[in-house]
């Protein structure tokens, strides 16, 4: 099949613009919630057996509550690089 008749069906499944500030808060929650959970349960519990299992057991609670956090400090946040960003 032709790369051209692929291209179009790939750009479908892309979200609206006006979601980036959701995908921007869920992938940075994500990403920052999991390297937290595996810093944090190294120093809590060590490199012992059954890490793995703990921090995903901890990354089940602290993804969902750092995405509500980067969406509700998002403006404040963006507010504050406004002021010391050069536009």
């Given amino acids: 099949m032709p790369e051209s008749t692929l291209r179009p069906a790939r750009r ?4 609206p613009a006006r979601l980036t500030p959701v995908a921007f808060a869920f992938f940075m929650s994500g990403i920052m919630a999991f390297l937290m959970c595996l810093v944090i349960t190294a120093t809590n519990r060590g490199l012992s057996d059954g890490y793995l299992s703990a921090v995903l057991d901890a990354y089940g609670l602290a993804m969902p ?7 509700g400090v998002r403006p404040i946040v963006m507010h504050l690089v406004r002021l010391t960003v050069r536009s």
């Fill in 12 to 15: 479908n499944w892309k979200l």
């Fill in 65 to 71: 509550v750092a995405f509500l956090c980067v969406m």
